[in-house]
């Protein structure tokens, strides 16, 4: 699996399998699962991830307590979290990327362009 998307639809995954095409790689696509509990599960699948993205907040945990689950299981994934309401500019915080809405989009595009960057081996 090359990127997994917590998303709360499926939609995503069409465009963040094309970015993955778009930078090459033989890690493969998207899985997107849907709620956080579910990408707990799947982060502790014994598969290589290049990233987890998260598109918004989950609805069934707390996003800081998903990235603190995440970090346990896997310290060296990195993360980009989407968040719709932010309005301050794209940071790191905690090597969490930040990002405002909406993933799909040439923002999205690149801020995704960026972290699978500099994890391509």
Do not use: N
């Not at 956080?36 to 307590?65: E, N």
């Not at 689950?69 to 310290?75: G, L, N, V």
């Not at 930040?98 to 801020?111: D, H, K, M, N, T």
């Amino acid at each position: 699996m090359g990127v997994l998307l917590l998303a709360s639809d499926a939609w995503p995954k069409a465009f963040v399998d094309a970015v993955l095409d778009e930078l090459g790689g033989d890690e493969g696509g998207s899985i997107v699962v849907g709620s956080g509990r579910t990408c707990l599960a799947a982060l502790g699948m014994p598969v290589r991830r290049r990233a987890l993205v998260v598109d918004d907040a989950p609805r069934d945990i707390a996003v800081g307590s998903l990235v603190e689950a995440a970090r346990m299981i896997d310290p060296e994934l990195p993360v980009l979290l989407v968040r719709y309401g932010w309005l301050g500019p794209p940071c790191e915080v905690d090597g969490v990327h930040i990002r405002p809405g909406p993933l799909v989009s040439q923002a999205g595009a690149e801020a995704l362009k960026e972290l699978l960057g500099t994890v391509m081996r």
